[in-house]
């Protein structure tokens, strides 16, 4: 859904115009209203923005130069300027600066909603991926793919430097003197009908979708697996607005939640994310890689349509020894590359190793390569368990048991055992995603009980969990089944009925408790969902 600001100085007016665009309007759009441009930049510094409609004048920073703050950070926002004042060079600035249009207050609500949609169809027009297809085939150039491919796995897996002459020779189009933004990309389900070109084909075209997004960044992508795809992001030396850490970074991560839409709507596709919040120095790339596919498979593994950057860590973060918790990720990349396996997906292990297991059985029962087979999968199960905190899961003798195939009466006996291992790893991975899920919605909810005083704004909120807002909302209402708005409203009921239940505070002093700012909105609240005014359920809590 796209997202609109207004911003003018009379609340009133914020107030009319939200009102008008979320019950009236032909259209729907998420609307935000603030009553100043500081208020403004403030929620631009967190979240999108596609439509601004501004106010030309106001005090202190004026529209116009609202205007030229937002395009520096917001560069496709459309805005919309309005104005009580009839002024031509009012207007002839607004649109030498981009303005979509310039509206006079006093011309209604009919000329608001007619620029607003014109802003809408530019949106539309600039999004139009209807050729993505064809350029993605384009790109698919096999030979190069697979040797770029085979040096980004060096890469992410610690077995050599980046060089900038074998960046250019594999055409990657990255500097090696600068550090990039990682990202990991997956689709969270297909087709029954797509094939696995099919599935090549559409990360492709996620990239391109990515590119049209990331105007002045420069992007390199690459398939590691059947399900994910790994993507390096820097900003292009030439592009002067995407100038420092902060600018470019914010601008990458935000467009994120547009290229899942897009997905959505021209692939029919959902798109999972887990991001960087910073540029990583490429000697630290293989640290941070193996960070966030711990993340978007491990910790929240489960999930559909996933935002997430590695801050959201934060909330789970023990480790007080660094230099040993790198040691171990990079001895399990190396073990990983060596073994040429990847426990993360246990779907699809079990699918490949039933595969396996059926071709086995037509050998006989001395034949070598079932000592290869069986100790590959079982160095690859070792790895997994050894990085599993609850080992007590497994049976006793497992380490004694799990390497030596001898300990197997026959070969269907080892095949059994080495079966439950892999579904005994997938069990614990679910609980270890739903435990993290738990967790970071329980602390949500803490937050939320203790400040019902505070701001408690989608976007606050996400801050203290380190998370998108848009995906913030959605996970919790999946978890919970309740969206974060009605649980607030739920809590501020209840603590307003036991306040004035047995306290003898004035309901005004109730209001500012449980977050009003007035008497007059918590009445309206309070007999809207309890169909009597404060002072009537204090009275009647009193007879009875």
Same mark, same amino acid.
């Given at each position: 859904?796209?997202?609109?600001?207004?911003?003018?100085?009379?609340?009133?007016?914020?107030?009319?115009? /939200?009102?008008?665009?979320?019950?009236?309007?032909?259209?729907?759009?998420?609307?935000?209203?603030?009553? !100043?441009?500081? &208020?403004?930049?403030?929620?631009?510094?967190?979240?999108?923005?596609?439509?601004?409609?501004?106010?030309?004048?106001?005090?202190?920073?004026?529209?116009?130069?609202?205007?030229?703050?937002?395009?520096?950070?917001?560069?496709?926002?459309?805005?919309?300027?309005?104005?009580?004042?009839?002024?031509?060079?009012?207007?002839?600035?607004?649109?030498?600066?981009?303005?979509? #249009?310039?509206?006079?207050?006093?011309?209604?609500?009919?000329?608001? %909603?007619?620029?607003?949609?014109?802003?809408?169809?530019?949106?539309?027009?600039?999004? &139009?991926?209807?050729?993505?297809?064809?350029?993605?085939?384009?790109?698919?150039?096999? +030979?190069?793919?697979?040797?770029?491919?085979?040096?980004?796995?060096?890469?992410?897996?610690?077995?050599?430097?980046?060089?900038?002459?074998?960046?250019?020779?594999?055409?990657?189009?990255?500097?090696?003197? +600068?550090?990039?933004?990682?990202?990991?990309?997956?689709?969270?389900?297909?087709?029954? +009908?797509?094939?696995?070109? #099919?599935?090549?084909?559409?990360?492709?075209?996620?990239?391109?979708?990515?590119?049209?997004?990331?105007?002045?960044?420069?992007?390199?992508?690459?398939?590691? =697996?059947?399900?994910?795809?790994?993507?390096?992001?820097?900003?292009?030396?030439?592009?002067?607005? $995407?100038?420092?850490?902060?600018?470019?970074?914010?601008?990458?991560?935000?467009?994120? =939640?547009?290229?899942?839409?897009?997905?959505?709507?021209?692939?029919?596709?959902?798109?999972?994310?887990?991001?960087?919040?910073?540029?990583?120095?490429?000697?630290?790339?293989?640290?941070?890689?193996?960070?966030?596919?711990?993340?978007?498979?491990?910790?929240?593994?489960?999930?559909?349509?996933?935002?997430?950057?590695?801050?959201?860590?934060?909330?789970?973060?023990? #480790?007080?020894?660094?230099?040993?918790? #790198?040691?171990?990720? /990079?001895?399990?990349?190396?073990?990983?590359?060596?073994?040429?396996?990847?426990?993360?997906? &246990?779907?699809?292990?079990?699918?490949?190793?039933?595969?396996?297991?059926?071709?086995?059985?037509?050998?006989?029962?001395?034949?070598?390569? $079932?000592?290869?087979?069986?100790?590959?999968?079982?160095?690859?199960?070792?790895?997994?368990?050894?990085?599993?905190?609850?080992?007590?899961?497994?049976?006793?003798?497992?380490?004694?048991?799990?390497?030596?195939?001898?300990?197997?009466?026959?070969?269907?006996?080892?095949?059994?055992?080495?079966?439950?291992?892999?579904?005994?790893?997938?069990? %614990?991975?679910?609980?270890?995603?739903?435990?993290?899920?738990?967790? %970071?919605?329980?602390?949500?909810?803490?937050?939320?009980?203790?400040?019902?005083?505070?701001?408690?704004?989608?976007?606050? %909120?996400?801050?203290?969990?380190?998370?998108?807002?848009?995906?913030?909302?959605?996970?919790?209402?999946?978890?919970?089944?309740?969206?974060?708005?009605?649980?607030? !409203?739920?809590?501020?009921?209840?603590?307003?009925?036991?306040?004035?239940?047995?306290?003898?505070?004035?309901?005004?002093?109730?209001?500012?408790?449980?977050?009003?700012? +007035?008497?007059?909105?918590?009445?309206?609240?309070?007999?809207?969902?309890?169909?009597?005014?404060?002072?009537?359920?204090?009275?009647?809590?009193?007879?009875?």
């Amino acid at each position: 859904m796209l997202r609109l600001i207004i911003v003018d100085n009379e609340p009133i007016i914020v107030r009319g115009l /939200k009102q008008l665009l979320t019950e009236e309007a032909p259209f729907e759009l998420d609307v935000y209203g603030v009553h !100043a441009a500081e &208020e403004a930049l403030k929620l631009f510094g967190s979240m999108r923005f596609d439509i601004a409609l501004l106010d030309i004048r106001m005090p202190g920073m004026n529209g116009l130069e609202l205007q030229a703050r937002i395009v520096e950070q917001w560069p496709h926002c459309k805005v919309v300027f309005l104005s009580g004042y009839d002024d031509f060079n009012y207007i002839q600035t607004a649109f030498r600066n981009g303005g979509v #249009d310039y509206v006079l207050k006093m011309d209604g609500d009919e000329a608001i %909603l007619e620029a607003i949609q014109k802003a809408i169809n530019e949106l539309s027009r600039a999004s &139009e991926m209807s050729r993505l297809i064809d350029q993605a085939k384009e790109k698919l150039q096999q +030979s190069l793919s697979s040797l770029q491919r085979d040096y980004v796995k060096q890469l992410l897996h610690g077995l050599g430097p980046v060089k900038q002459e074998k960046l250019e020779e594999l055409q990657i189009g990255l500097d090696a003197s +600068s550090p990039s933004l990682l990202l990991l990309s997956r689709f969270d389900s297909w087709h029954p +009908s797509h094939t696995d070109s #099919d599935k090549t084909l559409m990360y492709y075209a996620l990239h391109n979708i990515a590119g049209e997004f990331w105007s002045g960044c420069r992007s390199f992508s690459v398939m590691l =697996e059947a399900n994910v795809m790994v993507t390096f992001v820097q900003p292009s030396p030439e592009e002067h607005w $995407l100038n420092g850490r902060g600018h470019w970074t914010r601008f990458v991560i935000g467009q994120l =939640e547009m290229i899942q839409s897009a997905c959505k709507q021209y692939l029919k596709l959902p798109v999972s994310f887990a991001a960087s919040n910073e540029p990583v120095d490429w000697n630290k790339v293989y640290l941070k890689y193996s960070e966030l596919k711990q993340m978007m498979f491990y910790g929240f593994g489960q999930r559909t349509e996933m935002l997430l950057t590695d801050v959201v860590n934060r909330n789970f973060s023990t #480790d007080s020894s660094p230099l040993v918790g #790198d040691t171990i990720i /990079k001895a399990q990349s190396r073990l990983k590359q060596l073994l040429t396996s990847d426990i993360t997906m &246990e779907n699809r292990l079990l699918y490949d190793f039933d595969e396996l297991a059926d071709i086995s059985r037509k050998l006989t029962s001395d034949h070598p390569f $079932l000592y290869e087979m069986y100790n590959g999968v079982a160095y690859t199960l070792l790895s997994a368990i050894n990085h599993q905190p609850r080992k007590e899961e497994f049976p006793n003798d497992w380490p004694k048991k799990l390497i030596s195939l001898d300990t197997h009466a026959t070969w269907e006996e080892a095949l059994d055992y080495l079966r439950t291992i892999i579904i005994r790893l997938q069990l %614990l991975r679910n609980q270890e995603s739903e435990a993290g899920t738990h967790l %970071l919605v329980n602390k949500l909810k803490s937050y939320i009980d203790s400040h019902l005083d505070d701001d408690l704004s989608l976007v606050r %909120l996400a801050e203290t969990v380190y998370l998108n807002p848009t995906y913030l909302s959605r996970l919790f209402k999946m978890q919970t089944g309740q969206g974060i708005s009605e649980y607030t !409203a739920e809590l501020r009921l209840t603590k307003s009925c036991d306040l004035l239940k047995f306290s003898k505070l004035k309901v005004q002093d109730i209001a500012m408790k449980v977050g009003f700012d +007035s008497a007059t909105s918590f009445g309206r609240f309070f007999k809207r969902e309890m169909n009597m005014t404060p002072q009537e359920y204090r009275d009647s809590a009193a007879v009875s």
